[in-house]
């Protein structure tokens, strides 16, 4: 049966978004490549001792919608 990997474990895995370099004079295309490359696991990472995990869901909201009500909550 495989172990679970703890927090640390975890952290130690994921890339730190902060750590993540683009240079906005390369095309789009450039850009995203060099992001993922970067990342490693656009999905999940971590923001200082932070991880986050993006998921979406099958509805018709934009993620701007989302961002728009998260905003207007705090």
Same mark, same amino acid.
């Not at 640390?8 to 004079?25: M, T």
């Not at 490549?33 to 995990?53: A, C, D």
């Given at each position: 049966?495989?172990?679970? +990997? ?5 952290? *130690? ?9 683009? *240079? ?13 490359? +970067? ?20 509805? +018709? ?14």
């Amino acid at each position: 049966m495989a172990r679970e +990997q703890s927090r640390e474990e975890l952290l *130690d895995s994921l890339v730190d978004i902060r750590s993540v370099k683009i *240079d906005p004079a390369q095309p789009v295309e450039e850009r995203m490549r060099s992001y993922v490359e +970067q990342i490693r696991n656009p999905y999940m990472f971590k923001v200082g001792g932070t991880v986050v995990r993006v998921s979406y869901a099958n509805t +018709q909201s934009t993620i701007n919608d989302n961002f728009v009500n998260l905003l207007s909550s705090i």
